[in-house]
């Protein structure tokens, strides 16, 4: 993961982006490919969004992930921690049934 971070960042500063890779422009980044991301799904069943669009799926999903990991480094939040926890709080709120 810190591998990532360092290409991301590095090809960030790279182009000068930087000053405009605030948290509030980078929340709204992550919101806008993510509904770039739905527009894939827009009026198709799943299966025929998956067969027309697979390519621009993977790199929608990657752009999303991208801008979340720019938040989470320029917040210094550990994303794998914060899910490993989410998961045992999800965990408690929503038992397994047996």
């Given at each position: ?52 669009s697979m390519q621009n799926i993977k ?10 990991l720019q938040l989470a480094d320029k ?10 926890k989410k998961m045992e709080k999800n ?8």
């Amino acid at each position: 993961m810190k591998e990532l971070i360092k290409k991301i960042t590095e090809f960030r500063d790279e182009r000068g982006w930087a000053e405009y890779h605030n948290e509030k422009d980078l929340a709204i980044s992550i919101s806008l490919e993510a509904n770039e991301l739905l527009e894939n799904f827009q009026w198709k069943t799943s299966e025929d969004a998956v067969t027309e669009s697979m390519q621009n799926i993977k790199e929608e999903m990657a752009d999303v992930f991208i801008y979340l990991l720019q938040l989470a480094d320029k917040l210094n939040i550990d994303l794998e921690e914060e899910a490993f926890k989410k998961m045992e709080k999800n965990a408690i709120k929503y038992p397994a049934k047996k």
